[in-house]
Nanobody
Framework: QVQLVESGGGLVQAGGSLRLSCAGS????????MGWFRQAPGKEREFVAA????????NYADVVKGRFTISRDNAKNTVYLQMNSLKPEDTAAYYC????????????????????WGQGTQVTVSS
């Protein structure tokens, strides 16, 4: 069974940091572009960050640029999202996603471009 499982969410004060992990199982994701999305109550799912399978190309939403860093460890079948300087507006459920791609540098920003999804991890930032 192919799975993506997120972890590392929680409650943090504004200005704090969290590191999310997304572990894949059931198949290798080393040739998949990976992404992080988030969804707050009553809002649509929005793009946060993406990384190509080579790990050399990244893409960020403007609202997180300079604060969040996406990375991956293909040997561990895992992608990470380091979140610093967190703000209350970052509060949301965070989801990782994957899609196989022949291009090691491709990144994708639209939810419908991804095939595999995790169940999400909640991040709550208090003011």
């Amino acid at each position: 069974q192919v799975q993506l499982v997120e972890s590392g969410g929680g409650l943090v004060q504004a200005g704090g940091s969290l590191r999310l992990s997304c572990a894949g199982s059931g198949r290798t994701f080393s040739r998949d572009a990976m992404g992080w999305f988030r969804q707050a109550p009553g809002k649509e799912r929005e793009f946060v960050a993406a990384i190509g399978w080579r790990g050399t190309t990244t893409n960020y939403a403007d609202v997180v640029k300079g604060r969040f860093t996406i990375s991956r460890d293909n040997a561990k079948n895992t992608v990470y999202l380091q979140m610093n300087s967190l703000k209350p507006e970052d509060t949301a459920a965070y989801y990782c996603a994957a899609v196989p791609t022949p291009s090691g540098q491709a990144t994708y920003t639209e939810p419908n471009q991804y095939i595999y999804w995790g169940q999400g991890t909640q991040v709550t930032v208090s003011s």
